[in-house]
């Protein structure tokens, strides 16, 4: 508790050392912002903040009174809680309200909020900071609490003020986040922040706080000079610029242009400050210095290494001109000798040539190979062949073997979102280098690739992200250099198939209530969005077959994406996902619990059935050997009945070949079989080519639209076999 007394009387001496002469000399004035929310009852060293606080002022006005300082004094946080409004001035500046503050400040009682924001501005107001200098002390013990921004108001008062600064001092502040907002205050207007928890440094910065403005620097008149590095080329262009280290502030100070002019002494006029001044062309250097009148700088330069990485990596044909491709990666300095250098592997140097200064980039030109076949270094150097910027290990070959002759094929169809499996049939066993299957536009050139795979031996795969279409697979070998078309395939990538099946109704509690109708691949991910589209619950997929939906799930309707490698999302169709106890809403209207005997309705006569159903008023037929069970009206989890009854109906569900008909069955997935739309909805069967199914099926058809069979043509077998089991009133 002493040692933050001891900073406050510090904070005393340094505001009557500072202010006092500001406001005896230019007629500056004083505002000090205290902090009196209700934090400040918490305790140092057993004493409350406030209390620490009132000792300070006391301290303060004695100093101030002896120095004739003019100050005022706002304060926040005394009179209401919760109210970023309660700021007021409890004195404007002037002598004798800097001799009567400790009396005000002891009458002041925590109790509010933090907007010290605002409370910075008013007493920025109070000072008529736009038309005069002005200086604001704030005093706090937090952060802003106020849905205020410190670092924008001290920008803005920074800005519309005459000469506006702003110190604050922390008092007690531990939250790294809170002494921050409060440094950014500061700084932002040219002020300093200060730590009220230590002592000794507050005693000796608050010895200069709001101090006059310092004298003016003096014009110092210099020379500076280039120093290029030890064995560094001079450049053909150099730029000098001058930072002050002090305020940022970069000055240009001139280029020199020429062999004759870059070695010359620049006179340049500085400030008798610090600045770093810095050289730059190819290379760069710096220094800094306090300029002292007459001296002469010199400013070290160096443009480091080039580095060059070789693109074609061959092999080449000995005595044949190729072209050689180079990745120049840094400037290369115009003044310096280049050279393009063969080397056998012992180190005998075979053939050597000059290597102009190219940009950066990717660098090619045709050079002559040398003549005897063999294993190389490929060299960049300078003059001196032994200071080498690039070593590529090469080959030389007699002649290009033979690429051999291939086609390739495919072994799946193409489909969006499925693997594209092809198939290289002519020389799996022949060695083609760096040969890659690449996915074109329909007559495209390789370089137009929209997906690529390397070669993996017979059979290849690439994940089909491109969208449906046209397209043409190349095999492009690429052996010394020269990219070339071994073999071209056209594809029409179709639209994706991939759908998901859901048991209806799908309950949240049924282990194997959805598939999927395809092929799982490894790391395929379920993702299942709410109706706002948000991701609700994804799940990693083992099979295709018969799986449930995450257990965190909530009963809803959902879209259910597909994200295939993280490279391609698939919409694979909806569900709604009821709660067990929703499939058996109503009596009459819902279908029979799970493991109930599900057939309702038999037809065990030799003549078809006919039945009505009161609660759904549907009315239908059923064929001979044929099943139903109960009609029902589907209830959605958020209690809406569908407009038509749901009706189940199938045969020989025992037999080898069962054959079923549905009537507006939800979430049905299309490749189970044909649909056709009926007066009561929607009517379906299972894929069937059998002609006895097929006639059944339009008996049931027909007696659902009231003795109407349909506007498609039969076949003859399909009219015998329907005229074969009817009878009496149903023919």
């Known amino acids: 508790m002493r040692k933050t007394i001891l900073a406050f009387a510090a904070l005393a001496a340094g505001l009557s050392a500072g202010p006092c002469a500001i406001a005896a000399d230019d007629g500056r004035q ?108 704030l005093l706090s013990d937090g952060r802003e609490t106020c849905n205020a921004d410190p670092c924008a108001v001290g920008a803005e008062l920074e800005r519309l003020g005459v000469d506006f600064t ?40 608050f010895a200069d706080v709001a101090a006059s403005e310092p004298e003016e620097p003096n014009p110092t008149e210099i020379k500076i000079v280039l120093a290029p590095a030890e064995g560094v080329s001079r450049p053909s262009e150099i730029t000098f610029s001058a930072t002050n280290l002090a305020t940022g502030e970069t000055r240009d100070l001139g280029t020199l242009t020429g062999a004759d002019q870059i070695l010359q002494a620049m006179p340049v006029t500085l400030s008798d400050e610090e600045w770093r001044i810095t050289a730059e062309g190819i290379g760069r250097g710096s220094i800094e210095i306090t300029p002292v009148a007459g001296e002469r700088y010199e400013i070290p330069y160096d443009v480091g290494r080039t580095r060059f ?76 062949l032994d200071d080498i910027y690039m070593d590529a290990p090469v080959e ?60 993996d031996g017979e059979f290849t795969s690439i994940l089909a992200t491109m969208s449906p279409g046209p397209y043409d697979v190349i095999l492009v070998a690429d052996p010394y250099g020269d990219r070339i078309e071994m073999a071209r395939l056209p594809i029409e990538v179709e639209p994706q198939e991939l759908a998901i099946v859901a ?14 109708n395809g092929a799982v691949r490894a790391g395929d991910r379920l993702i299942f969005l ?54 058996h809403i109503g009596e009459d209207d819902a279908p029979p619990a799970k493991g109930e005997n599900r057939s309702d309705y038999r037809c065990d006569t030799p003549v078809p059935c006919r039945y009505f159903d009161a609660e759904t008023g549907l009315a239908w037929t059923l064929p001979p050997d044929w099943q139903a069970e109960t009609p029902y009206r589907y209830t959605t989890a958020g209690g809406a009945k569908a407009e038509h009854p749901t009706l189940v109906m199938t045969k020989r569900a025992d037999g080898p070949k069962a054959f079923g008909v549905t009537l507006n069955m939800r979430q049905r997935a299309a490749d ?50 329907l005229l074969a089991r009817t009878a009496g009133e149903v023919q």
């Open 30 to 137: 004083l505002m000090v912002v205290l902090d009196v929310s209700g934090s400040m009852w918490g305790q140092i060293d057993g004493v409350t903040k406030i209390e620490i606080a009132r000792q300070a002022f006391g301290d303060l006005s004695a100093g101030w009174a002896r120095d004739g300082v003019a100050a005022g004094l706002v304060a926040y946080g005394h009179r209401r809680k919760g109210d970023c409004s309660d700021i007021e001035v409890m004195s404007k500046p002037s002598r004798t309200s800097a001799d009567a503050m400790p009396g005000v400040v002891n009458r002041l009682t925590p109790k509010g909020k933090t907007p010290l924001s605002d409370a910075v501005r008013k007493a920025a107001d109070v000072l008529k900071f736009t038309e005069n200098a002005a200086t604001v002390v």
């Open 166 to 205: 702003a110190h604050v001092i922390g008092f007690d502040i531990t939250d790294p986040d809170d002494k921050a907002q409060l440094q950014c205050l500061a700084e932002n207007t040219g002020g300093r922040y200060l730590d009220a928890s230590d002592a000794a440094s507050l005693n000796e910065a």
């Open 309 to 384: 990485a070789l693109l074609t990596e061959g092999p080449f044909v000995a005595g044949e001109l190729a072209e050689i491709r180079i990745d120049v990666r840094d400037p290369m300095p115009p003044n310096q000798t280049w050279r393009l250098v063969w080397a056998k592997e012992v180190g005998e140097v075979v053939k050597r040539s000059f290597l102009s200064a190219e940009p950066v980039g990717v660098y090619a030109d045709e050079w002559g190979i040398p003549d005897e076949p063999g294993r190389y270094r490929l060299r960049i150097t300078g003059e001196n």
């Open 396 to 455: 030389i070959v007699s002649e290009k073997a033979a690429l051999p002759t291939v086609r390739i094929a495919l072994d799946t169809p193409a489909r969006h979102g499925e693997a594209i499996t092809l198939w290289l049939d002519g020389s799996a066993e022949e060695p083609m280098p760096e040969a890659r299957y690449r996915i074109v536009p329909r007559g495209g050139a390789d370089r137009e690739e929209i997906d690529s795979a390397e070669l």
């Open 503 to 516: 048991a209806e109704p799908l309950v949240t509690s049924d282990p194997d209530g959805l598939r999927l």
């Open 530 to 583: 709410d109706e706002s589209g948000q991701e609700a619950a994804q799940m990693t997929l083992e099979t295709a077959e018969g799986f449930g939906v995450p257990a965190a799930l909530e009963p809803g309707a959902y879209r259910l994406k597909l994200d295939r490698d993280g490279a391609i999302t698939l919409d694979v169709g909806t569900i709604d996902l009821i709660p067990p106890s929703a499939s």
């Open 672 to 721: 189970l079989g044909p649909c056709t739309e009926v007066p009561v909805g929607t009517l379906c069967h299972d894929e069937t080519d059998d002609p006895g199914d097929l006639a059944d099926f339009a008996m049931i058809r027909a007696g659902l639209e009231g003795g109407v069979i349909g506007n498609e043509p039969m076949t003859q077998a399909q009219i015998d076999a």
